[in-house]
């Protein structure tokens, strides 16, 4: 069968955000739904917070396998695959008859969700022009305010009409929908991810990439609490479901809009730190969690509006930090950043359920401000390694530069060494051996003492790290 034409950038960031939606749906509304399926399953917070934390576990266990699948099979492949997971997990999910089966709905969602960030990135990373990037991200990561937006209003608009099955019903529908889309379509390749025609990234230093995902999952922690339990805490609060889900609906909607905002920034300010600016609006929405955390409704109103418009509008900011860097191995860096994302949206809800279980709502938002905290004081210092380590490897470029000063084209670097690669001592000897006894084509005059390539550090994907700094 011949495949048909690839999407384009406008269909590729589509299928992302589609899929990204899709990938999280699950989870979303479960929390948007709480209060129904609370009274039909008989089960508690602490058994919400378990069913939302399911999803982001196996996310966060397998995301960085995953991610390597992605890059080996392609992103169309891995949207595809995406979307039939989503389909199966939300269709377990509604026709669910036990919390039990609940859980094994959300484990396949987890696998879908694992699929489709690497997935997205690295479709993204393929037909979006650099200059377009941040845009493009942060219309991508809208899919987390749209789960929540979809949720809100499957409340008021499907669950107490039709009742809460018939949510997860038409998600699947719209799963199936893109599974066949993504299957008799291909993305495009328009650039190489791999051999010498591919080009160059500046990478991620490890420790620093390992920084951004602590932080990530300490950030997601706080906010993925708030999607899954902002609903149960607003009716408790005194707002009754309808008006809590409205509330859920028009909060995440404000996070949407806020996300494309700040991606486009990032276009047209690119010299700017994306990581100073996520550090600084995870410090605002502390405040967003300390309102939320003081009960009236007004106060709660207040504090879901800031902590989803500032507290919550990160993600694609971190998410096009990395990608920036590591184009050529978008989907394995994303696996290295989806661990800590997953893993910290699996803890939050667990233990923020727990947390109110065993005390109040107060105190529960009261802990995640605090937590949402110590994720901005994280990236600061995920920033200051980054800098720090291409500072250093730019130094280490200047000393080897300046060492071959003088030097005769005999004891010159070969031209045919790959720049991501330093031959070892004895393969330098074995080479300068080599040129010896060969004639050389070129006269020293026209053989620059300055081609010797700068060392460089290895991202998770094998991506050269020059010293660049951030």
């Not at 026709?95 to 997935?119: H, M, R």
């Not at 709502?361 to 905290?373: C, F, K």
Request: proline share 7%.
């Amino acid at each position: 069968m011949t495949s048909a034409q690839p999407p384009g950038p406008g269909g590729t960031l589509l299928q992302a955000v589609t899929v990204t939606t899709l990938g999280v749906l699950p989870a979303f509304l479960v929390g948007a739904l709480a209060v129904q399926i609370r009274a039909d399953l008989g089960i508690g917070p602490a058994e919400m917070g378990m069913a939302a934390a399911t999803l982001f576990a196996v996310s966060g266990i397998f995301a960085r396998r995953l991610g390597r699948l992605v890059q080996r099979i392609g992103a169309a492949k891995g949207v595809a695959a995406s979307a039939i997971l989503a389909a199966t997990s939300l269709t377990g999910a509604g026709l669910a008859p036990s919390f039990g089966v609940l859980i094994v709905a959300l484990v396949v969602g987890g696998l879908a969700n694992g699929l489709a960030q690497p997935a997205a990135n690295l479709g993204i990373s393929r037909a979006v022009s650099p200059g377009r990037l941040g845009l493009a991200f942060g219309i991508k990561q809208c899919s987390i305010p749209a789960a929540g937006l979809i949720g809100g209003l499957a409340v008021p608009g499907i669950a107490l009409v039709l009742g809460w099955r018939y949510a997860f019903a038409f998600g699947a529908v719209l799963a199936v929908s893109l599974a066949l889309w993504a299957g008799f379509r291909t993305q495009g390749t328009s650039r190489p991810t791999t051999g010498p025609a591919a080009p160059a990234d500046r990478g991620t230093p490890r420790r620093g990439l390992v920084l951004l995902a602590i932080g990530a999952g300490l950030a997601a922690a706080a906010a993925t609490s708030m999607g899954v339990f902002l609903v149960d805490s607003a009716v408790e609060s005194g707002m009754s479901p309808a008006a809590a889900g409205y509330l859920f609906a028009g909060a995440a909607l404000l996070g949407l809009l806020i996300r494309i905002a700040l991606g486009a920034a990032m276009d047209r300010f690119p010299q700017r730190s994306p990581y100073i600016l996520v550090a600084n609006l995870l410090t605002i929405g502390v405040a967003g969690y300390v309102l939320l955390g003081l009960g009236s409704p007004s106060a709660f109103l207040a504090g879901a509006l800031l902590a989803y418009g500032a507290g919550w509008t990160w993600p694609g900011l971190v998410h096009f930090a990395v990608v920036r860097d590591n184009r050529q191995g978008a989907a394995s860096a994303t696996g290295v950043l989806q661990t800590g994302l997953s893993l910290g949206a699996a803890a939050g809800p667990l233990l923020f359920g727990l947390l109110v279980a065993a005390t109040s709502y107060r105190t529960a938002w009261l802990a995640a401000a605090v937590v949402a905290l110590l994720a901005a004081v994280t990236f600061r210092l995920g920033r200051r390694t980054i800098r720090a380590s291409r500072a250093t490897s730019q130094a280490a470029a200047d000393a080897a530069s300046d060492t071959t000063q003088g030097a005769g084209p005999e004891n010159a670097p070969r031209a045919d060494i790959p720049r991501d690669s330093i031959q070892s001592e004895a393969g330098q000897r074995e080479a300068t051996r080599r040129d010896a006894t060969t004639p050389h084509t070129t006269s020293p005059q026209t053989t620059s003492p300055h081609a010797a390539p700068p060392p460089v550090s290895t991202s998770p994907g094998g991506i050269p790290t020059k010293g660049n700094p951030s």
